[in-house]
């Protein structure tokens, strides 16, 4: 009988799993539609006694996103009076929706991630996950390997799609 070789544990493949880097801690949008008069317009007074009641302290530790959610135009000042009572409060602070955020925040992973051990390697980024990893990642990670590795693969180390390889 012969010896079943693992050709992938050979290979030297390093996989990278990106849903792996996936920030904890809950994220949180902050809608500003329901403050709107009439579903329309911001007074500013009312939103200066909004902003005074509301309480803050439930977005401790928490990712937040701000915008909102109806066609209204809201005065940037508005946005500023909010990220000013989150300021300190919040783990994360974006304007945006929740996909925004989480775009951030896997952004700011990829950026502060030590890619010294990746260096001249064989790289294959995973491509599939229980939760969904934003497009984005796949770019950013792909983006700052690329200039340090011989090769960045997509896909399972049994089954990978291409994507770069350096030239010899």
Known sequence: MEEIVNKVKQSGLIQIDLENLRPTGERVFFDIAPQLYMGLALREKDFRTFIQEHDWSKYTGKHVAV??????????WAYMLVGSQLSGKAATLIYGNLADLEKHLFDQVIQQMDLTEFEDGKIVIKGCSKEAVPLDAYISLTNRLRPMVRSIFFGEPCSTVPIYKKAK
């Open 67 to 76: 915008a909102c959610t109806t066609d209204a135009i809201i005065p940037t």
